[in-house]
């Protein structure tokens, strides 16, 4: 019977049985592979720390003709700061989801598999406001899985817009220009420069990222419609973000603000 060895992330589980669980775990040699765990939730069980999401940890699974099975695990990192904090395990399980939703099954994607780690490890023990790293995690993400948007030339005529005064952000593409564009608030110079910059640094510098509130709310607007209207999935997972937005200065103020 087959065995591999690889590294990987649990995305997801879904308990059966008495004590067992089926695991999502996404791996870096062979993508996404769902894996029965026995006995997984007996609390004297060796694998009841490696079975729950977030777990980065070196995995051994059969893979026989039916369903796989975890034999073994190592853990390396199970990120528990995200749990002790709402909005971090907020942004943290909808990181998750959408990397579950689109690791390749039994196909290695390495980059995408990299930015779920770097961003996991970011909002763990990181420095950079946890809304910011979101911001960064969703535009690598959309330009990882080949849904980049348009941020320099208009998504509908292809004209460069960098030196426009008036330019818009279409749920449909990207960045549009006046002329193709006429309705909808604009996008401002430095949430574009931001988006522009937030692409090309490399997965390890993402905690640099640091946002005003209104560019942080401007970008978080724009990616989630563009990501609603451009993935076939994606759209539930972030509507449990908007909650923990800041309201912006024209909306009505509440008292609540983020803690410190
Ligand atoms: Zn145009």
Request: with cysteine; hydrophobic share 35%.
């Amino acid at each position: 019977m087959p065995v591999i060895c690889t590294e990987g992330i649990v995305t997801r589980y879904a308990n059966y049985r008495e004590s067992d669980r089926i695991l999502s775990i996404f791996t870096i040699q062979h993508g996404r592979l769902d894996a029965k765990a026995r006995g997984c939730r007996k609390p004297q069980s060796p694998l009841v720390n490696a079975c729950q999401p977030f777990v980065f940890g070196q995995f051994e699974i059969f893979t026989g003709k039916d369903r796989a099975t975890v034999n073994a695990c190592e853990v390396r990192e199970t990120f528990y700061p995200i749990r002790e904090d709402y909005e971090r395990y907020s942004i943290g399980s909808v990181i998750l989801r959408l990397c579950h939703d689109a690791a390749p099954e039994n196909e290695p994607n390495e980059a995408l598999f990299s930015l779920l780690y770097h961003s996991l490890s970011f909002l763990s023990y990181g420095t950079s406001n946890p809304q910011d790293l979101f911001c960064c995690f969703l535009i690598r993400f959309l330009n990882t899985i080949g849904y980049r948007p348009s941020i320099t030339v208009c998504a509908q005529c292809g004209r460069d817009i960098r030196s426009d005064a008036i330019v818009r952000f279409s749920a449909r593409g990207g960045v549009v220009c006046s002329a193709c564009v006429q309705h909808g608030e604009p996008v401002s110079k430095t949430a574009l420069e931001g988006m522009r910059r937030m692409l090309l640094m490399e997965d390890a510098d993402m905690d640099r990222v640091k946002l005003s509130e209104q560019v942080r709310n401007e970008i978080f607007g724009a990616l989630s419609a563009y990501t609603e209207s451009s993935l076939e999935f994606g759209a539930k997972a972030l509507k449990m973000l908007e909650s923990l937005r800041t309201p912006t200065q024209h909306e009505p103020e509440t008292p609540d603000q983020e803690p410190h």
